[in-house]
């Protein structure tokens, strides 16, 4: 006797399975590539930022060079300026202590010409001497 009990016939689950295997390997190789890319990039940037740290430094190196002879030069500049005011002072000094002695042998002098303009006018005595008459 024929069984006719009739049961849907299921597929094999072969098929399930190797189309599941081959999506999982496919997820896994797309994971190794997206693993590999992103060790590529992060050398990329390592290597990037290590030279933009070492153009930084030398930057900074060339930087502090320039503002230590920069520091240098003003130093000397103030050392001239100073030098110089302290010349001008003393120049000063001197040409004040000249015009004051200048005015005082002037003065004198003056007083020597008015001395003897009056001397000249004074009578003299038989010797010479002025006399007060």
Do not use: C, H
């Not at 189309?19 to 496919?26: F, H, N, T």
């Not at 001008?88 to 000249?98: D, I, W």
């Amino acid at each position: 006797m024929e069984n006719s009990d009739s049961t849907p016939s299921v597929p094999p689950p072969a098929p399930l399975s190797e189309e599941l295997a081959e999506s999982r390997q496919e997820l896994l190789s797309r994971i190794q590539n997206l693993k590999q890319d992103l060790q590529n990039w992060r050398m990329k940037l390592d290597t990037q930022v290590k030279v933009y740290r070492d153009e930084l430094s030398d930057l900074k190196k060339s930087l502090n060079t320039e503002v230590e002879q920069l520091r240098t030069e003003f130093q000397e500049l103030r050392t001239t300026l100073q030098q110089q005011q302290e010349d001008v002072t003393a120049s000063l000094r001197n040409l004040g202590l000249q015009d004051e002695l200048g005015e005082t042998i002037g003065a004198e002098g003056a007083k020597d010409v008015e001395n003897k303009e009056v001397a000249q006018d004074l009578p003299k005595d038989d010797d010479g001497k002025e006399t007060n008459e």
